[in-house]
């Protein structure tokens, strides 16, 4: 089977979030299981800069977007079984960052207009296009809505993923044209347009033969008047082609046993006395001080997504009884400053960097003892996953792919309980949680079983790749 994944990022070369390690451990796992897997991408300058790919450039062609033309270069490239096609745009492509520029809509309008174009001048005609986000989301429609590109791809299905639905790609309906060189009666129609705008994702959605999102719980969420970000009805639509497909994490990344950054490797036999071990080389390393409390630690994006107005109310009260704090990331400036304050009122047991630093990430997830994603919503979430890996405890808001890979211990599920969970968004919510699971923590026979049970948790992509393959086996025999 040929698979053809489009997306705005993907590891190794470049990351803000999930999609980008989504994107690369499903496309890595399908290959391990013999499938044909394409990704295609921008070439973003940070990837020349950092990763130096070995490419070969493939083809060359103009891109004509109203009175805009450029060219696409397309370059080739091979990285774990996985076919890169990266393709160049300068005037586009050769920024600082990925996003947040004031022309993305019109950069993603290239490179979904190129995508198209790639197919036909490399005479690849996949069995499946997986579209990611929004970014492309408008490929859906232009493969569709063209003569040529309905004959082309005849015997293709298209599939959606949903990543992140508070992002929609919304452009004026002047753009429709102007970019996409596609009809207005799209908009009239009702296709497109959402809230008075066009929407790429709700392209994508309304036309793609299955739509996935990244958790089962995500799924329900999305329908919902509450959680659907104003897509529910949307999704009510394509219901019956609408499942979730909870993400994993790559298992030779995240491997305790055989990771080389962390300074002393364990696994589910040897991990209580070893990770104590790592947790005091961190400590001197972040020159903090371990006053015999846990530690509670943060990988994360610096946002209001991610809790950290519950975080830092509660962060203040475990720094005040002994508790190690660790944060790692990178955000909003308000709540950097918060954090930085915190450290300068508590400087021998809170460690703060801002920035990413992957090397410090692995030693946090395997040194710590509790890891905190709080989200206001989080479609899959990975952190969770990958500290159980190294037996660390997540602590999570029960929504989302949290509720999916998170079993909170209660006093009365110890032989399955992964992890601790809270349902209201709430700073005594959290605050409550963290100070039970400080409980625990002295409770050595308990916690020590709660670390087996995290760490024999199945988060491999192997799983999930299994379901995607079904859907994509499904696709092609109706």
């Given at each position: 089977?040929?698979?053809a994944?489009?997306?705005?990022?993907?590891?190794?070369?470049c990351?803000?979030?999930?999609?980008?390690?989504v994107?690369?451990?499903?496309?890595?796992?399908?290959?391990?299981?013999?499938?044909?897997?394409?990704?295609?991408?921008?070439f973003y300058?940070?990837?020349k800069?950092?990763?130096?790919?070995?490419?070969?450039?493939?083809?060359s062609?103009?891109?004509?977007?109203?009175?805009?033309?450029?060219?696409a270069?397309?370059y080739?490239?091979?990285?774990s079984?996985?076919?890169y096609?990266?393709?160049?745009?300068?005037q586009?492509?050769?920024?600082?960052?990925?996003?947040?520029?004031?022309?993305?809509?019109?950069r993603?309008?290239?490179?979904?207009?190129a995508?198209?174009e790639l197919?036909y001048?490399?005479?690849?005609?996949?069995?499946i296009?997986?579209?990611?986000?929004?970014?492309?989301?408008?490929?859906?429609?232009?493969?569709?809505?063209?003569n040529?590109?309905?004959?082309y791809?005849k015997?293709?299905?298209?599939c959606l993923?949903?990543?992140?639905?508070?992002?929609?790609?919304?452009?004026?309906?002047?753009?429709?044209?102007?970019?996409?060189?596609?009809?207005?009666?799209?908009?009239?129609?009702?296709?497109?347009r959402?809230?008075?705008?066009?929407?790429?994702?709700?392209?994508?959605?309304?036309y793609?033969?299955?739509?996935?999102t990244?958790?089962?719980?995500?799924?329900?969420e999305?329908?919902?008047?509450?959680?659907?970000?104003?897509?529910?009805?949307?999704?009510?639509?394509?219901?019956?082609?609408?499942?979730?497909?909870?993400?994993?994490?790559d298992?030779l990344?995240?491997?305790p046993a055989?990771?080389?950054?962390?300074?002393?490797?364990?696994?589910?036999?040897?991990?209580?006395?070893?990770?104590?071990?790592?947790?005091?080389?961190?400590?001197?390393e972040?020159?903090?001080?371990?006053f015999?409390?846990?530690?509670f630690?943060?990988?994360?994006?610096?946002?209001?997504q991610k809790g950290?107005?519950?975080?830092?109310?509660?962060?203040?009260e475990?720094?005040?009884?002994?508790?190690?704090?660790i944060?790692l990331?990178?955000?909003?400036?308000?709540y950097?400053?918060?954090?930085?304050?915190?450290?300068?009122?508590?400087p021998?047991?809170?460690?703060i960097y801002?920035?990413?630093?992957d090397?410090?990430?692995?030693?946090?997830?395997?040194?710590?003892?509790?890891?905190?994603?709080?989200?206001?919503f989080?479609?899959c979430?990975?952190?969770?996953?990958?500290?159980?890996?190294?037996?660390?405890?997540p602590?999570?808001?029960?929504?989302?792919?949290?509720k999916?890979?998170?079993?909170?211990?209660d006093?009365?599920?110890?032989?399955?309980?992964?992890?601790?969970?809270?349902?209201?968004?709430?700073?005594d919510?959290?605050?409550?949680?963290?100070?039970?699971?400080?409980g625990?923590?002295?409770?050595?026979?308990t916690?020590k079983?709660l670390?087996?049970?995290?760490?024999k948790?199945?988060?491999?992509?192997?799983?999930?790749?299994?379901?995607?393959?079904?859907?994509y086996?499904?696709?092609?025999?109706?």
């Open positions: 089977m040929k698979i994944m489009v997306a705005s990022e993907a590891l190794p070369f990351k803000t979030g999930g999609l980008a390690d994107a690369y451990s499903l496309s890595k796992e399908l290959a391990v299981m013999g499938e044909e897997v394409y990704i295609i991408m921008p300058k940070q990837i800069d950092k990763h130096n790919p070995d490419t070969k450039l493939v083809s062609f103009p891109i004509q977007m109203s009175w805009r033309a450029n060219t270069n397309v080739v490239t091979y990285v079984g996985i076919t096609y990266l393709i160049e745009c300068d586009y492509f050769a920024r600082g960052g990925l996003y947040g520029e004031m022309d993305d809509m019109e993603f309008a290239f490179f979904t207009l995508t198209r197919f001048r490399l005479n690849l005609k996949p069995d296009v997986h579209i990611h986000d929004w970014h492309p989301g408008m490929l859906a429609a232009l493969i569709r809505e063209d040529y590109a309905r004959e791809f015997n293709t299905k298209l993923s949903i990543h992140n639905s508070a992002f929609q790609g919304l452009i004026d309906r002047y753009f429709l044209a102007n970019f996409y060189g596609l009809s207005d009666e799209l908009y009239d129609s009702g296709k497109v959402f809230n008075g705008m066009v929407s790429t994702l709700k392209a994508a959605i309304m793609c033969d299955k739509i996935i990244v958790s089962p719980n995500n799924r329900g999305l329908l919902s008047v509450e959680g659907g970000m104003g897509l529910d009805s949307v999704l009510q639509l394509r219901k019956d082609d609408f499942l979730g497909i909870l993400n994993g994490i298992y990344e995240f491997d055989k990771d080389e950054v962390i300074p002393f490797n364990f696994n589910a036999v040897n991990f209580f006395k070893v990770k104590a071990q790592d947790k005091a080389t961190l400590f001197d972040l020159h903090i001080k371990d015999g409390q846990p530690c630690s943060i990988v994360s994006r610096l946002t209001w950290l107005d519950l975080c830092l109310p509660t962060f203040e475990l720094a005040r009884r002994g508790c190690n704090i944060v990331g990178s955000g909003e400036y308000r950097e400053q918060q954090l930085e304050q915190l450290r300068a009122k508590y021998e047991n809170v460690a801002i920035g990413y630093n090397a410090l990430a692995h030693k946090i997830y395997a040194s710590s003892d509790f890891f905190l994603m709080p989200s206001l989080e479609p979430g990975l952190g969770q996953m990958i500290a159980q890996r190294y037996g660390t405890l602590i999570v808001r029960y929504v989302g792919g949290l999916d890979s998170v079993i909170g211990y006093n009365t599920n110890l032989e399955s309980a992964n992890g601790f969970g809270f349902y209201d968004y709430t700073i919510a959290l605050k409550n949680t963290c100070i039970y699971a400080l625990v923590y002295h409770d050595v026979v916690r079983q670390m087996k049970n995290a760490l948790t199945n988060n491999s992509w192997k799983k999930s790749a299994k379901e995607y393959l079904l859907v086996k499904n696709l092609l025999n109706k």
